[in-house]
């Protein structure tokens, strides 16, 4: 099943389900978008195979960077983003109009710029909870992967917030300890 969702990504989800085993939940979304910025930063971290993934399965598209909009340039500026995250996000901003846009990051500087230019943004914890949530893998597995998520890949969460999410999970879906 996938999701109408244009999901436009930055690198570190990408790299975090790859890191996880769970990249094919990229397969979610109808339409998966990225620039070649992101995808060069992403070469450094995954897989040969999961890079194979990514463009002839998951079919992501890939833009070329662009020249980014003033209202952007002043936002990397104020959050400090990085080439990669910036040119994701004027991807967005040539997209807003799309009502179903969502941006995934993982940096929490670009996901308040996302949020500021009034776009939607999730990260690799998001994506692993839809994914549960539509069936695409158990609620079971989605809470063990959640679990594991600062040993299994380089993606960093409190260790209070992770135990938070896993236990409001476990309440709303009815799993016990």
């Known amino acids: 099943m996938k999701i109408g969702i244009n999901a436009i990504f930055d690198s570190g989800p990408i790299i ?18 990225t620039t070649d910025v992101v995808i060069d930063e992403t070469l450094k971290y995954i897989s040969a195979e999961d890079m194979n993934y990514l463009m002839n399965s998951a079919k992501i598209h ?46 929490s500087a670009a996901r308040m710029a996302s ?24 609620k079971g597995k989605a809470i063990e992967i959640i679990e594991s998520i600062n040993s299994g890949s380089t993606l960093y969460v409190k260790s209070s917030l992770v135990q938070t999410i896993v236990e409001r999970l476990r309440n709303e879906w009815g799993i016990p300890e």
Do not use: Q
């Open 115 to 138: 949020e500021a230019l009034g776009i939607t943004s999730i990260g690799t914890i998001g994506i692993i909870i839809k994914s549960a949530s539509i069936g695409k893998i158990s």
């Open 16 to 33: 975090h389900l790859a890191e996880l085993g769970i990249l094919f939940l990229v397969g979610i979304f109808n339409t998966l978008e």
């Open 62 to 107: 890939i833009h070329e960077e662009k020249n980014k909009s003033e209202k952007l340039r002043a936002l990397s500026k104020i959050y400090s983003l990085d080439f990669g995250e910036i040119t994701a996000l004027t991807v967005c901003c040539m997209k807003l109009e799309d009502n179903e846009l969502v941006f995934f990051s993982d940096d």
